[in-house]
């Protein structure tokens, strides 16, 4: 026997259709917007007022101790209205009489802070890990970052005996990105973490964990305090409190 649709089941089957289209367009839209942004990221993260391009060092006479930071904009210090209001300025700002020496590039992949860590031989009593966030947010994969992260440890460990690594945080919680890019940037992010908590256990090094779930990050609570107006740097006030994790996180390091 053929079965047959009545004209108002169509009609009802037709106006579902439609309004599942409609539901989906935002959605789209949203994607492919987010998706093109990520072309812009560095451009916008450049040229965003207050922006810092230029990572903070120092060199004492004598130094007491010797830091070497490698990373990403984030050890540049991106978002900071000055390098001293950086990360890497606040912690030079608490140890006056310690030498930093950064080689931290903006824009920085992880595969770039391994070629980083292979300029000089000089040994640090310290040395300071700031990346991972690029390879969040430029899709790399999670066996590219494995071997990455497998090469940065080990190239780390031949330049000091206390190395501290330390990931950007959830970038999914940033303002740049909103759902659902946000959603995906957050795995991407979790699944980072995972990866540098078990490698730093490997290598023995000091892992700092800044991720944190949506409900309960700083970063999206007070979201305008502490984030740059590019919308995905941590700003003056965003770099303190991740010096406060780094202090509470490595006890005795920084």
């Not at 079965?3 to 367009?25: E, G, Q, V, W």
């Not at 080990?154 to 000091?160: E, G, T």
């Not at 940037?185 to 490698?199: I, P």
Request: net charge positive; glycine share 8%.
């Amino acid at each position: 026997m053929v079965s047959t649709i009545s004209n108002d089941r169509l009609a009802s089957l037709a106006r579902k259709k439609m309004k599942r289209r409609r539901l989906l367009h935002p959605t789209l839209l949203g994607l492919l917007v987010s998706l093109a942004g990520l072309t812009e990221l560095s451009a916008a993260a450049e040229s965003a007022s207050g922006m810092v391009l230029e990572g903070f060092q120092a060199s004492p006479a004598r130094p007491r101790l010797r830091l070497l930071v490698v990373g990403d904009s984030t050890a540049v210090g991106t978002g900071a209205s000055a390098p001293a209001q950086s990360l890497v300025g606040l912690i030079g700002r608490a140890h006056p009489d310690w030498m930093i020496r950064n080689l931290a590039l903006d824009g920085a992949k992880l595969e770039d802070i391994a070629a980083q860590l292979r300029v000089g031989a000089e040994s640090y009593d310290r040395l300071l890990i700031l990346g991972g966030g690029n390879d969040v947010i430029r899709l790399s994969s999670l066996p590219q970052m494995r071997e990455q992260l497998n090469t940065i440890l080990a190239l780390a460990k031949q330049r000091s005996s206390k190395v501290v690594l330390m990931p950007a945080g959830n970038v999914g919680n940033a303002p740049f990105f909103f759902w659902p890019l946000s959603r995906w940037m957050t795995q991407r992010s979790r699944e980072l973490h995972a990866l540098a908590a078990q490698l730093a256990a490997v290598h023995e090094v000091r892992y700092v964990r800044l991720f944190k779930e949506r409900a309960d990050d700083p970063f999206v609570a007070q979201a305008e305090l502490l984030h740059a107006e590019d919308g995905i740097h941590p700003s003056d006030a965003g770099y303190a409190l991740w010096l406060r994790e780094l202090q509470a996180q490595a006890p005795g390091l920084f």
